[in-house]
């Protein structure tokens, strides 16, 4: 009885899902705190002095970098939108590779290539059954979701 039971906690599927769990924190988090706040906190000063790559004005550069580090590192911690989260990290990170830091050495730029690889893991492989998405569709498969039309 205990035997079949350590399998069942050991089953493939639970150990797919913990490894998506570990990434999405792991990212998701690190992302948010060590990245995002920081450009939160220092707005002001940022605002006119972040790099522009796409030409669209230091303010909304910052804006765009705020939102896929900050906001989209919290959601992919929570694996809330976790997909679409980790496309817009996945967007600023390769911005930020191939332009910000295109003269760099490649060492210089291993913090920035990990968080990419993760985010393009993230999009691809999604959040796993431990996410909110997981919670929050199987509410909407189950009918749970808006009520029915009479």
Known sequence: MCHARAVAIFSRENSVNLGLLLLRLGVGVNMALLHGLDRVRHYSQLA?????????????????????????????????AGRLAALLLAFSLGVTLFSGEA????????????????????????????????????RFRKGGGAPAKK
Do not use: N
């Open 48 to 80: 006119t002095s972040i790099p522009d790559p796409l030409g669209m004005g230091h303010r909304h550069s910052l804006m765009l970098a705020v939102a896929a580090e900050f906001v989209g590192g919290i959601l992919v911690a929570l694996g809330l």
């Open 103 to 138: 003269g760099l050495p490649w060492r210089q730029r291993e913090a920035t290539i990990l968080y990419l690889t993760a985010s393009l893991a993230i999009l691809m492989l999604g959040c796993g059954r431990w996410a909110l998405d997981a919670v929050v569709w199987k």
